[in-house]
């Protein structure tokens, strides 16, 4: 079911970077979407137990890192493993947002945003974020389109 959902529910792939205190995180996520136009707001839907949840929650903003076609690396490195052992922005060339919220040198645009609500759904939860920035760093670049089978191999 899920292979066929991706295909039938195009998205790209974004890494969602948080900042809480002095600790920073990012995650892979698929699951993001547009959801009002005014004023612009975006949802991300995120798992319990990712660190990024708990960093969210806790700082109340993100920011949506867009990663162009040619960067599925640093999809799989913030995809595969998790932030609350390991720094995964060691050696991974970044800047910060207005907020201080680690942006990639390797994504072609990025949306700030503040948490305005969550909403729990299945396995999810929905962050529901107000945008306060949204910044295209290459306007040239084309987004990866999600393809279940390039990140996860078979099909389930
Ligand atoms: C292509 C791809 C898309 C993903 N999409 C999501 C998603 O939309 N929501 C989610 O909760 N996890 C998603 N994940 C899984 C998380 O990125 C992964 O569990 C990550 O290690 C969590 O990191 P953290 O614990 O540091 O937050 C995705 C992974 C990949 C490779």
């Excluded at 493993?81 to 991974?92: C, L, N, P, T, V």
Aim: charged letters at 25%; aromatic letters at 10%; hydrophobic letters at 40%.
């Amino acid at each position: 079911m899920q292979s066929s959902l991706t295909k039938a529910i195009p998205s790209g792939v974004f890494v969602v970077t948080t900042r809480s205190g002095d600790r920073i995180n990012g995650m892979t996520a698929a699951w993001v979407t547009q959801v009002s136009f005014k004023p612009p707001m975006i949802a991300v839907a995120i798992a319990k137990e990712r660190y990024t949840y708990d960093l969210i929650s806790e700082s109340g903003s993100f920011c949506l890192n867009t990663l162009p076609a040619g960067a599925e690396d640093l999809g799989r490195h913030f995809g595969f493993k998790s932030g609350r052992k390991k720094d995964k922005f060691e050696g991974i060339p970044h800047t910060l947002s207005a907020k201080g919220i680690p942006i990639l040198d390797g994504a072609c645009a990025y949306v700030e945003c503040e948490l305005e609500k969550t909403c729990e759904a299945g396995d999810h939860t929905l962050f529901i974020g107000r945008v306060t920035d949204c910044i295209i760093l290459k306007d040239d670049a084309a987004p990866i389109i999600f393809e279940w089978h390039a990140f996860f191999g078979k099909k389930v």
